[in-house]
């Protein structure tokens, strides 16, 4: 991965720390919530093929995914290629205006 990729994930990153999210944690089900939380756990596991389908699972949650930007863009800097295509596919289904301005880099 590119040099110029990394860093501007760890840039985003670091600026959706301190970002509100538009639709607070209050809105979302108590079943979604939980679903994401599952999933965070799952795209933390050892094996790849895991994390790329729990990045894959996250892009299902359309608009409703909102608050795990952070965590797909964790994905990005994942070390498997199939890993990243997937954070990064998942991420465009959740907010394309973000994914655009990222690979606009």
Not at 68 to 85: F, H, K, M, N, S
Request: charged share 30%; aromatic share 4%.
């Amino acid at each position: 991965m590119s040099r110029l990729i990394q860093s501007w994930c760890l840039f985003l990153l670091s600026g959706i720390a301190g970002m509100t999210v538009a639709r607070g944690q209050d809105d979302i089900p108590p079943e979604t919530k939980a679903l994401i939380s599952k999933l965070r756990d799952d795209a933390k596991n050892k094996s790849a093929s895991t994390r790329a389908s729990a990045y894959r699972s996250m892009g299902e949650l359309g608009k409703d995914g909102v608050s795990i930007r952070r965590t797909l863009c964790e994905g990005l800097l994942d070390p498997a290629v199939a890993v990243r295509t997937a954070a990064a596919d998942a991420l465009k289904k959740i907010d394309e205006a973000f994914f655009k301005d990222g690979v606009a880099v």
